[in-house]
């Protein structure tokens, strides 16, 4: 499977989040050698956005808080994500982040690596819902939920 990047954007008047998030599935017949298991048979690995930034300097670094928020968004996409794989294992790389720091959730890295994962494995696209909060001066998201196997 090509690496495949996805722009995440979610705005609310003149606010909003914007995240571009490149990443990589490659399947396999045997739990793959590195990562973090989501489910039984996908796999998260989000070291080289850990580890620091691209050679080209075009990604962000993620914090170990920031980068947590990348599985959950995974595991809405895992059961679907299982029964298109015919009992492979998956094996999904996020290779690189970027996102306007002024205006970032974390919680957005997970709506973005859903979108990505609803792209590169074709399942429907669930938008994820988000309202604003004045008060607390971010959005609120509002989890669809996990993809039904298919």
């Not at 720091?101 to 819902?129: H, I, K, N, S, T």
Request: hydrophobic share 45%.
């Amino acid at each position: 499977m090509p690496v495949r990047t996805t722009r995440y954007r979610m705005m609310r008047a003149a606010r909003g989040i914007a995240i571009d998030l490149t990443a990589d599935a490659v399947l396999t017949t045997g739990p793959p050698p590195r990562g973090e298991r989501v489910t039984a048979r996908v796999w998260l690995d989000t070291a080289p956005v850990r580890t620091h930034p691209p050679e080209d300097r075009s990604g962000l670094r993620l914090t170990a808080e920031e980068a947590a928020w990348l599985g959950p968004g995974l595991a809405l996409a895992a059961p679907a994500i299982e029964a298109r794989t015919a009992g492979r294992y998956a094996l999904v790389t996020v290779e690189r982040v970027r996102f306007p720091e002024a205006d970032f959730q974390p919680e957005g890295l997970a709506a973005a690596l859903l979108g990505w994962a609803e792209e590169e494995f074709g399942l429907p696209a669930r938008p994820v819902g988000a309202s604003f909060d004045r008060a607390a001066n971010r959005f609120v998201f509002i989890w669809p939920e996990p993809h039904d196997r298919l």
